[in-house]
């Protein structure tokens, strides 16, 4: 063996003709060592990387060994918590959306191009008899504010939120504002916040754009300070 020729050897060079001498155990074990330095022993050895993979193999192992022994009903019972705790995720997921990188500023209600009220309701029902309920619910919803602003109820202002449309609407229709929050909040989930509208989401915004169509508004309140609003 390789080591014990180095361990004669180191044995040797301490006298020429004289008896053996004893190796000493220090010099014993300098000599392995020196011996199993040499490149020769570590042709196989593992990477860096895999050194460092396998440590976290190791690591993960005695971990969820540990949570199992910690969990009532042992591995069975880390299994349902783990896929208890997955359910929760995509449930949030579904429920919140994907998450965005940078926070964005709500879309502008209208584009560049303006168009009456009637011509955004024919674009919104042309989108809903395909099914296209997203486009359908910002078109119907664009449409519900330009016949606010046709009607002077509202002021034709470029760059207007759906949000700031629904809190300006409901000052001269009082009795209509939840119902114009929800609106403004379904224009918002499928313009920013990447949700799929549905068929009843635009049967509602169709139902209250045609109920504003026929409720006279209330300009004293409109008009009114804010604290004098009614609430």
Do not use: C
Request: proline share 7%.
């Amino acid at each position: 063996m390789r080591i014990t020729g180095a361990l004669l050897t180191a044995a040797r060079a301490t006298g020429d003709d004289g008896p053996p001498l004893t190796v000493l155990r220090r010099e014993g074990r300098d000599a392995a060592r020196h011996e199993l330095s040499k490149g020769m022993y570590h042709k196989n050895d593992p990477g860096l990387i895999q050194r460092a993979l396998n440590r976290l193999w190791d690591w993960l192992g005695d971990l969820l060994g540990s949570a199992a022994g910690a969990t009532p009903g042992g591995g069975v019972g880390l299994t349902v918590i783990v896929l208890a705790l997955l359910a929760l995720a995509a449930a949030l997921w579904w429920r919140l959306g994907t998450p965005r990188r940078t926070p964005q500023a709500p879309p502008a209600l209208f584009d560049d191009s303006p168009r009456t009220a009637a011509q955004h309701r024919a674009s919104a029902e042309a989108h809903a008899a395909q099914g296209h309920w997203n486009q359908a619910v910002q078109e119907r919803m664009r449409a519900l504010v330009r016949a606010l602003e046709e009607r002077a109820l509202l002021d034709p202002r470029p760059g207007r939120t759906a949000d700031e449309a629904a809190a300006e609407a409901a000052r001269p229709m009082p009795g209509h504002a939840p119902r114009l929050t929800a609106a403004a909040r379904d224009f918002d989930d499928v313009t920013y916040g990447g949700r799929q509208a549905g068929r009843a989401a635009y049967e509602r915004l169709a139902a209250l754009d045609a109920d504003l169509e026929q409720t006279r508004p209330d300009l004293a309140a409109a008009s009114a300070p804010a604290w004098e609003r009614p609430v």
